[in-house]
């Protein structure tokens, strides 16, 4: 019924920049969170940013000051811009929804994309 789809990842050198989109597709009324998660080989996955419907943020201590994330309401996207990059945010990348509301009613909890990697290496 609903579909993440994120794009952006890619191969970057040390202090280069990356910007991650995601796009939620389907008959969709209103989206609650969204936000970005990572996973590192070997390592859980933690949150990296979120954003409400009205555009509050939180961000792990990691990616504050490097990292914006950003909404479209209007087109169901969600957008993670990377600054500063170390090798250290080297991970996949999953876009993440906690609440999609659709027309009709149906409430969706807890979506998943299908993840983009960011390699950051010399």
């Known amino acids: 019924q609903v579909q993440l789809v994120e794009s952006g990842g890619g191969l970057v050198q040390p202090g280069g920049s990356l910007r991650l989109s995601c796009a939620a597709s389907?008959?969709?009324?209103?989206?609650?969170?969204m936000g970005w998660y990572r996973q590192a080989p070997g390592k859980q996955r933690e949150l990296v940013a979120s954003?409400?419907?009205?555009?509050?943020?939180n961000y792990a201590d990691s990616a504050k000051g490097r990292f914006t994330i950003s909404r479209d309401n209007a087109k169901n996207m969600v957008h993670l811009q990377m600054n500063s990059l170390k090798a250290e945010d080297t991970a996949v990348y999953y876009c993440?929804?906690?609440?999609?509301?659709?027309?009709?009613?149906?409430?969706?909890?807890?979506?998943w994309g299908q993840g983009t990697q960011v390699t950051v290496s010399s």
């Open positions: 954003i409400t419907d009205g555009g509050s943020t």
């Open positions: 993440y929804t906690d609440l999609i509301l659709l027309y009709g009613g149906t409430r969706i909890r807890d979506s």
């Open positions: 389907g008959r969709i009324f209103s989206i609650n969170s």
